[in-house]
Each structure stands twice: as C-alpha cells, then as structure tokens.
C-alpha cells in the first residue's frame, strides 16, 4: 500500500479513540477540510477543530468503514466509505467518498462528499 494511503488508513482509525487532538494531529497547520454538502471549507486547525468536535461530541462512538481505497502517483488518496455514528443508542450511516491531499506526510487537504438527503433521512429515524 502506498505511503499517503497508510496515513489516511491511521487517520481513519483515529476517529473511533474520538480524540480530538489525535485526529487534529494529521492536518498541516494551513489544512482544508470541506464536508462538501454541508458546510463551507474549514480553513486552519481552529475550523477544522470545531467540526471535529462538533462530530465528537454527537456521537457516542465512531467509526469509518473503507469499501475501496487507492493512492494517485501525485499522493493525493480517494477512498469510498461508510461513516457511522452511533447516536442516541443507535447508528446513523452515510455513504462518503472522500479525497486526501497531502503536504508531506499531513494532510492538506480534505474534502467529503456524501448525499445530504440520505444522511438527514438516517438521523431522523427514516430508513
């Protein structure tokens, strides 16, 4: 597996220690994160750290589901996942794919795009 993949492969895995500071250990100072239907790009670690709390402190537990992952010779990392989030004693789940940029061995870049109505349809208890 290629380098940049590995690094994403450990981000992923760090979303369900729901540590804040782990997962904001994986950004350049100056990183992008966009959740793409949602919000507008976060832009610096204090953006990208609200979101993350915000997910963090929704959830009782989290997890990122890989189906397919691959790694362009420029590094950048395209994965499609399912993320969970268990809410209220029960799990919420959104099909996501999502694209890693990187400056060296951090991330630069992120962006995920998903289908906003399938997501608010989950959270409200639809099927």
């Known amino acids: 597996m290629a380098r940049h993949a590995e690094i994403v492969d450990r981000f992923i895995a760090a979303w369900t220690t729901k540590d ?19 919000d507008p790009p976060n832009v610096g670690l204090e953006m990208i750290r609200k979101t993350i709390e915000g997910f963090a402190g929704m959830a009782e537990a989290i997890e990122f589901r890989v189906h397919h992952q691959g790694e362009s010779p ?9 993320d969970r989030f268990k809410i209220g004693g029960r799990w919420v789940e959104a099909g996501v794919m999502g694209v890693f940029e990187f400056e060296g061995d951090k991330i630069k870049a992120w962006r995920d795009y998903f289908d906003l109505a399938q997501f608010t349809k989950a959270m409200t208890g639809g099927a």
């Not at 782990?22 to 990183?31: E, G």
């Not at 420029?74 to 399912?82: A, I, S």
Request: proline share 7%; hydrophobic share 45%; glycine share 4%.
């Open 20 to 38: 804040v500071d782990l997962i904001m250990s994986f950004f350049t100072p100056d990183a992008v994160y966009t959740n793409v239907p949602i």
């Open 74 to 82: 420029n590094g950048t990392v395209l994965n499609e996942r399912t």
